[in-house]
Structure formats: structure tokens, C-alpha cells
């Protein structure tokens, strides 16, 4: 569906009772939801409100229906439709953090090139672990050694950048101080 035609149904669809909000979603929302071209927001369910919008939509555009209590119970809902959506027509859906069951955060960025080759490597080993091999007997043998990150379940989430709940994250602060590497901190709330 095209913006423009979305516009127009918009229209037609906000005459409906029980009509709060009509969004156009925009395409970081196409991996939660997918072939929907409007999401209608409603005061409370109610078939024969989902079935006027139906009726008036005919079949050629896909309606996702929800409740404000959809939003709340789902948050990654609410966060798909955040994102690079229009409100077409209402009020912006306010989602709040009660229930949600949110964890507090910290995106860690540290950056290592101040750091001389060796210690570079010592702090990778301390945070991510390594693989020593030796013989013994003859026989070779390898031994894999597990890292912070892995000890605590941070994440990864690219050179440099680790997310880890908040009360973990002063193992690793003080594994980067150790080490003398330059480091931020974000705090965050995730579900």
C-alpha cells in the first residue's frame, strides 16, 4: 500500500467509533509485522468495530487490529510501531514500562587502539577467553578457557560494544580499568 492511498483509507477508517490511532509502519517494522499495510488502534476490543474496518477496507490492504492492552502485553509490538511510522490519524500510542518486565542495562563501548599490541591482547583473552595448546606426553592437548563476557552473558553486539545487565557490569569496568582502556558507558532499560 502506498502512502498516499493509506491517506485516503485513513479517512474513511477514523469515522469508525472506537477508532484512536491509525499508523502507517514503516519498514523497521516489517520483521514484527509482516504484510501489514495500517495498524488501527482501538479503545477496546470489539468485533464489530475490527468488522466496519474490514467491510471498508475490502480485502485489498492487511489490517492489524490492537488494544492499548496489546501494546502493553507485547512491547515489541509498540517498539515496531515506534519506529519510522506515521501517525496517520489520533494519538500517539503512550506504551508505559509497568509490566514489561524491563531490565536494566549498560551498553559498554571501549575502544583499544591507545593500547600497545600485548596488553591489546591480554584484555581480549580477559574478556572473551582463549585456547592454549600444549603436549603432554606427546599428545597434544587443547584447553579453552572462558572470558568474562561469556561468564556473565553480556552480548556482543560489535567491535568494541558489549551490553551487560547492570549489576554485572562492574567486572567488566574494572577488567577495562585494569587494562587502561578507554571506555563509555549508556545505561538502558531492554525487555
Known amino acids: 500500500m502506498d502512502f498516499k492511498s493509506a491517506a485516503e483509507l485513513t479517512k474513511e477508517i477514523k469515522k469508525v467509533k472506537g477508532v484512536i490511532s491509525v499508523i502507517y509502519p514503516g519498514i523497521a517494522a516489517s520483521n514484527i509485522l509482516k504484510n501489514v499495510d495500517l495498524i488501527v488502534v482501538y479503545s477496546s476490543k470489539s468485533e464489530h468495530y475490527f468488522n466496519e474496518v474490514n467491510d471498508l477496507v475490502s480485502g485489498k490492504f492487511r489490517i492489524k487490529n490492537v488494544t492499548p492492552e496489546d501494546l502493553g502485553a507485547k512491547p515489541e509490538l509498540a517498539a515496531a510501531m515506534s519506529g519510522e511510522g506515521v501517525l496517520l490519524y489520533g494519538k500517539a500510542v503512550d506504551v508505559t514500562a509497568?509490566?514489561?518486565?524491563?531490565?536494566?542495562?549498560?551498553?559498554?563501548?571501549?575502544?583499544?587502539?591507545?593500547?600497545?599490541?600485548?596488553?591489546?591482547?591480554?584484555?581480549?583473552?580477559?574478556?572473551?577467553?582463549?585456547?592454549?595448546?600444549?603436549?603432554?606426553?606427546?599428545?597434544?592437548?587443547?584447553?579453552?578457557?572462558?572470558?568474562?563476557?561469556?561468564?556473565?552473558?553480556?552480548?556482543?553486539?560489535?567491535?568494541?560494544?558489549?551490553?551487560?545487565?547492570?549489576?554485572?557490569?562492574?567486572?567488566?569496568?574494572?577488567?577495562?580499568?585494569?587494562?587502561?582502556?578507554?571506555?563509555?558507558?549508556?545505561?538502558v532499560w531492554t525487555y
Open 98 to 187: 509497568e509490566g514489561l518486565q524491563l531490565k536494566s542495562r549498560i551498553i559498554l563501548t571501549y575502544n583499544t587502539t591507545e593500547m600497545n599490541q600485548n596488553d591489546r591482547n591480554k584484555l581480549n583473552r580477559a574478556l572473551y577467553g582463549g585456547i592454549s595448546t600444549y603436549k603432554k606426553d606427546g599428545e597434544r592437548i587443547v584447553k579453552e578457557y572462558p572470558g568474562i563476557v561469556s561468564k556473565i552473558n553480556a552480548q556482543k553486539l560489535g567491535k568494541g560494544v558489549l551490553m551487560v545487565d547492570r549489576f554485572n557490569a562492574s567486572l567488566i569496568i574494572q577488567t577495562l580499568k585494569t587494562f587502561q582502556a578507554q571506555w563509555n558507558e549508556i545505561p
